[in-house]
């Protein structure tokens, strides 16, 4: 989307080329929404659009909503570079790493998951004859497929539009779940943290009061990290909570339509595999957003858990005092919220899913009468 470019020497062709993204986008979304009411009441035709219409305009809404919270974005970047959450050994350096490993090999199968999903869809129209020829995906075109080279320049469009969303998904997601991921690492690391609080139980005073504070000084340093990543989280939140709102209740209308079209074409067909391969791509779409926000829960969990376990029995009473204080505060776990409403989390994603096939079986219902 050119997000990047921001030198100045580069403005107008930031401004051509994210112009271009979008307008392919937006274009297919109208051509789509113009095809679902030139087939209105015809329940095949329109299960075989309405779910590309749900998947495109998420697409659309989410790339819209990132582009004009850039601002936001730039803000979430500079507090990833903050002092306090500076790694200070090779420990904390690991624990980033394995974080960000996780998250890319997740999103790295979801990448492979929709260009094979989008593959599949573009060869569907090369195993047909040339006289019977049609455009991968059923949207009303300003062109004639019988025609040569209308139906050339159709076809790119369209296969061209549809690799460019599948992209952006990834993009827009990518970056969202990579700073969910970055949170847990810093929770993780606080952790980290707090297992080196020391017993301050020696006999010689001056010994003690040396380790009491130190004990105080890294206590008060993991209180400080761990309501910067309240903040971080926060900040998150509210910049992409719409986003992802929106992304869970197209994937319930996303999913029924993809049952019902499985259920309507022939199986082992071309279109039978690329039907089931989007479903597939579209549940672990919302399996990475539920189990990186469930992971974010567990680590701030097992925050307070282990800062209980700390030698806080034998400290002095400030680091007692800040102790309660700061339980007190995490009895409320870090949860991240779609909407400010829907927790990220494992029965999320189940309450998705059956929402999803009670759905499917009304739809199926009607379509059997």
């Known amino acids: 989307m050119g997000i990047w470019l921001s030198s100045n020497n580069y403005v107008i062709l930031r401004d051509l080329y994210k112009s271009l993204i979008m307008s392919t986008q937006y274009s297919f979304l109208l051509f789509e929404i113009f095809y679902v009411f030139v087939v209105w009441g015809d329940i095949d035709e329109m299960s075989e659009a309405s779910y590309l219409l749900f998947t495109q305009t998420s697409v659309c809404y989410k790339a819209s909503v990132f582009i004009i919270n850039k601002k936001n974005l730039i803000v979430l970047l500079v507090s990833m570079k903050a002092k306090i959450f500076e790694p200070q050994s090779s420990i904390h350096y690991g624990i980033l790493y394995r974080n960000a490993r996780v998250v890319k090999n997740l999103c790295a199968v979801f990448l492979m998951s929709a260009i094979t999903t989008c593959s599949l869809w573009t060869i569907m129209p090369l195993f047909d004859a040339a006289e019977t020829r049609f455009f991968p995906f059923k949207i009303w075109m300003p062109v004639d497929p019988r025609d040569s080279p209308q139906y050339e320049l159709g076809y790119i469009y369209q296969v061209m539009s549809i690799y460019i969303s599948a992209l952006l998904f990834v993009a827009v997601d990518n970056i969202t779940l990579g700073m969910i991921m970055f949170g847990c690492a810093q929770l993780e690391i606080v952790i980290d943290k707090i297992k080196q609080l020391k017993n301050a139980s020696s006999k010689h005073n001056k010994e003690r009061r040396k380790l009491i504070c130190e004990n105080n000084k890294l206590l008060d340093e993991c209180i400080k990290q761990h309501q910067s990543v309240i903040r971080f989280i ?10 992802i709102f929106f992304q869970l209740t197209a994937t319930v209308g996303i999913i029924c339509i993809i049952g019902l079209r499985i259920s309507i074409v022939e199986p082992r067909s071309v279109q039978f595999f690329s039907m089931l391969n989007y479903m597939v ?43 309660f204080i700061a339980m007190e505060r995490m009895k409320r776990p870090i949860i991240f919220k779609a909407g400010h409403y829907i927790p990220l989390s494992r029965p999320t994603f189940v309450s998705v899913l059956r929402l999803s096939y009670s759905y499917f079986a009304v739809l199926n219902q009607a379509k059997n009468k």
């Open 234 to 243: 926060e900040t998150l939140e509210n910049t992409y909570h719409a986003n």
């Open 281 to 323: 791509t579209m549940l672990s779409q919302l399996f990475l957003y539920c189990w990186c926000g469930s992971h974010l829960t567990t680590k701030s969990e097992e925050l307070r858990e282990w800062l209980y376990q700390c030698p806080w029995y034998n400290q002095d009473p400030r680091f007692r005092k800040s102790v």
